[in-house]
């Protein structure tokens, strides 16, 4: 709510919104269904570029095909790049779009939420 002031211009502004509007936050957090992809999008905000190796190791759990398929769909909606290396040998580069660069400042947030209320004493995968 950093663009508001207060509660209630939060509210005024949310309850104002066309009804023909698609809602927002329902599309928004479509883009995290599924069990992976704020895994993997957090991971790649943690580094410029990463293989897909990198990933697998990094993301506790993720099978080879989940990875995969993750990538693919985030690569479709263009939040993430792939970049294919033609050497020998080949390999493939994954790292995040400016659009998806633009999650920074939500990661951001919900980190803070979750220093704020989460009681993070035991290690959650």
């Known amino acids: ?6 509660y209630e211009e939060y509210i005024k502004t949310i309850k104002n ?8 936050m329902k599309k928004t957090l479509s883009l995290f269904t599924g069990k992976w992809r704020v895994y993997v999008l957090f991971e790649l905000s943690k580094h410029d570029s990463r293989r897909f190796g990198e990933l697998k ?10 990875l995969t398929s993750t990538l693919r769909d985030l690569v479709e909606l263009s ?21 998806g660069r633009a999650l920074f400042p939500i990661f951001d947030e919900i980190i803070k939420w979750n220093e704020k209320y989460q009681d993070c004493k035991e290690n959650i995968e």
């Open 79 to 99: 939040i993430v790049s792939r970049k294919q290396f033609n050497e020998v040998p080949p390999h493939v580069e994954y790292s995040l779009t400016d659009k």
């Open 17 to 24: 919104l066309n009804p023909s509007y698609k809602c927002p």
């Open 57 to 66: 190791s990094a993301i506790t759990g993720i099978t080879n095909t989940m």
């Open 1 to 6: 709510m950093s663009e508001y002031n207060t």
